[in-house]
């Protein structure tokens, strides 16, 4: 089997972000394709290491590594905003305009004429939602959505540019179990589909292994990840 690309490596990495402890990981490496579910941050740490990530912010120490460059050498705005572009990202920071149609909060990263999408913007649109399982759901008003749904709009608009990375900040946090096993399996299907890298951020590992190739409990006191025992999909 070919080796893949590392796209994303964190080495020593320690950031202080006024908790109860900084947040610290050791050594992680993704590689491009695979699915890798960390368990063992809690939300406000889960927005920081994507944050680290994406180089929205620098780590205290150590290094992070991103498609072969340190995001310390990324030098300016434009810089960044270009390196941002290659990650999806599923976090309930992303906002959601509730007054608008699923189809109109599909098409914001394609275009602001929401009022009257052009054919082609329609037609993404309609490929995108297929994918997520909306696609019964386009001309509902985002208000109206169950929190499984709206978890799903928000990952087609971050699949919606087609990144070679998708982050995760625990996804499953609001649904049920029976949608927690819905979910993790389209998300899987997706990211193996796409040939996408992924970090799912949770605190189950139910869900963990459900969702992703490896599973890694992260020891916050000293950054080590370590394998999950017992690995199996429990949702199949």
Request: glycine share 6%; no cysteine; charged share 20%.
């Amino acid at each position: 089997m070919p080796s893949r690309d590392v796209v994303v490596s964190l080495r020593r990495v320690v950031k202080d972000y006024s908790g109860l402890r900084p947040l610290r990981v050791d050594a992680l490496d993704v590689h491009e394709g695979q699915v890798v579910a960390v368990v063992g941050v809690d939300q406000m740490m889960a927005e920081v290491l994507v944050d680290l990530i994406t180089a929205a912010i620098a780590p205290d120490t150590g290094d992070v590594i991103v498609f072969g460059q340190s995001t310390k050498e990324i030098g300016d705005r434009d810089a960044w905003l270009t390196t941002l572009d290659q990650f999806g990202l599923l976090t309930e920071r992303a906002v959601l305009l509730e007054q608008l149609t699923v189809e109109q909060n599909l098409a914001l990263p394609f275009s602001l004429a929401l009022d009257e999408l052009s054919t082609e913007v329609r037609q993404r649109v309609q490929k995108l939602a297929v994918e997520i399982g909306l696609e019964q759901s386009l001309a509902a008003r985002t208000a109206s959505l169950s929190a499984a749904s709206r978890l799903r709009v928000r990952l087609g608009r971050a699949l919606a540019l087609a990144p070679r990375v998708l982050l995760a900040e625990h996804p499953n946090a609001t649904l049920t179990d029976a949608e927690q096993a819905s979910f993790a399996a389209d998300f899987s299907q997706i990211a193996k589909t796409r040939g996408a890298a992924s970090v799912v951020l949770t605190a189950s590992r139910t869900f963990a292994r459900a969702v992703a190739d490896d599973v890694f409990v992260l020891q916050p006191a000293t950054g080590v990840l370590t394998p999950s025992s017992g690995w199996r999909r429990w949702f199949t």
